[in-house]
């Protein structure tokens, strides 16, 4: 992993745009450096390190696109029916002879075109009759058939290093012949959640205690990412073990995400604890849910910054803010480090079927399930607000996103929607 400086995340504004935040992690964070060769079912979800390019034309050879019947478009005789005598049969894979002049061949989809063959009708636009073929006029020349390279020439990118490799991707490098593929290492996240009034799922809950379920909506997340997720369990609210369970897991980790304890109360410690060992900025992001965040570097080893420093990021505690800054701050974040080009997340319209007021200045996040019908999809509110609801999740399809300006919603109303289980 290439070297962090220490003040890679130093901001000086009170409020945080997501773009802001977003372009900073774009150029403060190296991207990945390194390769290793994987084979192409191990490469689903990882970044592709290197150029490919195609050192075979896709499709290999010229071929037909259809079943049907090739011939020399010259023997088409010009405003009339043709009849060609059927001189072979070719089906695909199997090696084609050339086409002699005033033959047909009947021919099917992904055969090679014989040489001097330089057009197919579709059987359907044809009619057999006695070993010959009854060819319909007005076919133009080329057609029905795929050149050799006309998907992918030789010697071209194929697929630009930096690709998250998902199934199109995939294919296409088995189809140009690649065994194995060039991919960056995955980034090691650490996960650590913190709160004293935690207690782990299974375990026998106190009077005061809540199930920790962070750490396992974020190890979720992290699923879909090229990582590897490492769950570092919870921390307490006390501010030296959360300072040296820090430190210690910087040295074998290229990322620390936590969840809670980065608000402005007396148990927030993880601020204090990233401050301690390394470099602390405190980031509050112009969004809702999800406005206190904490960005850091820790130092890899040894206390100091010498052997570069490994980003921390303080997520907030309620679920569905931690979701949301994951969204906008661990996951551009995770990307960058994993040396794959910044994706966005996908947006789309929909109608608002709600009324709606909120604070100007800050981007607003607001859970909608959506219905889908003829026109714009509708958006249906979810009936509650609070931060801290996990049915506001399940319940719900996708957020509205406000944007910063925005203070109303009405009925009707067109608006920006990012489909939350898409993103997942
Ligand atoms: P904090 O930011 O630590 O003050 O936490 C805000 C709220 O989120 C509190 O109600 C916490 O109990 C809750 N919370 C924090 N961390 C978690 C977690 N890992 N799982 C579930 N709830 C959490
Ligand atoms: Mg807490």
Same mark, same amino acid.
């Given at each position: ?45 990882r ?7 195609a ?38 894979g199997?090696e ?36 010959a ?15 050799a ?5 030789t ?9 998250r ?7 296409? +490098? %088995? $189809?140009l012949g ?7 290492? &995955?980034?090691?996240? =650490?996960?650590? @959640? !913190? #709160? ?12 005061a ?33 959360? +300072? %040296? $369970?820090?430190a ?7 990322? &620390?995400?936590?969840? =809670?304890?980065? @608000? !402005? #109360? ?30 850091g ?53 929909a109608?608002?079927?709600?009324a ?11 859970r ?9 999809p509708?958006?249906?509110k ?13 319940e ?14 009405a ?14």
């Open positions: 992993m290439a070297q962090l400086s220490d003040d890679c995340f130093a901001f000086g504004g009170p409020l945080m745009s997501v773009e802001e935040a977003q372009a900073l992690i774009e150029a403060r964070i190296p991207p990945a450096e390194g390769a290793e060769q994987v084979a192409l079912r191990q490469a689903v979800g970044v592709l390190a290197e150029d490919l390019r050192v075979t034309p896709l499709p290999p050879f010229f071929n037909s696109a259809v079943d049907g019947y090739a011939f020399r478009h010259a023997d088409l005789v010009a405003g009339s029916e043709t009849r060609l005598p059927i001189a072979a049969r070719l089906q695909a199997q084609a002879h050339p086409i002699a002049p005033g033959t047909a061949i009947r021919i099917f989809t992904g055969a090679p075109m014989p040489d001097g063959a330089d057009t197919v009708m579709m059987q359907e636009d044809a009619r057999e009759e006695g070993g073929v009854l060819l319909a006029a007005g076919l133009k020349r080329g057609a029905n058939c795929r050149p390279g006309e998907d992918v020439a010697g071209v990118v194929a697929l630009p290093a930096g690709r490799l998902g199934p199109a991707e995939i294919g296409l +490098a %088995a $189809a690649f065994r194995k593929l060039p991919v960056r290492p &995955l980034v090691r996240v =650490g996960v650590f @959640s !913190t #709160g004293d009034e935690l207690a782990e799922p299974g375990a026998p809950l106190g009077p205690q809540t199930y920790d379920s962070n750490r396992f909506t974020l190890l979720a997340l992290l699923a879909g990412l090229p990582v590897e997720a490492v769950d570092l369990g919870i921390l307490p609210d006390e501010p030296a073990a959360t +300072a %040296a $369970a820090l210690q897991a910087a040295a074998g980790h290229d990322l &620390l995400l936590t969840s =809670g304890g980065v @608000s !402005t #109360g007396e148990a927030d410690h993880v601020k204090a604890a990233i401050g301690q060992g390394g470099r602390l900025v405190f980031w509050r992001l112009a969004i809702k849910p999800g406005r206190p965040a904490a960005m570097v820790l130092p890899k080893a040894g206390g100091n910054f010498a052997s570069g420093g490994v980003p921390v990021v303080g997520l907030p505690g309620n679920p569905v803010a931690a979701v949301v800054t994951f969204l906008h701050l661990a996951r551009p974040l995770v990307l960058r480090l994993a040396g794959a080009a910044p994706d966005r997340l996908p947006r789309f319209s109608r608002a079927d709600f709606y007021r909120k604070k100007a200045g800050r981007r607003e996040y607001v909608v399930r959506l219905d889908f019908g003829p026109g714009l509708v958006a249906r979810y009936a509650r607000e609070g931060a801290g609801l996990l049915t506001s999740l399940t719900s399809d996708a957020f509205a996103e406000l944007p910063e300006d925005v203070t109303a919603v009925p009707g109303d067109e608006l920006r929607i990012l489909p939350f289980r898409a993103a997942f």
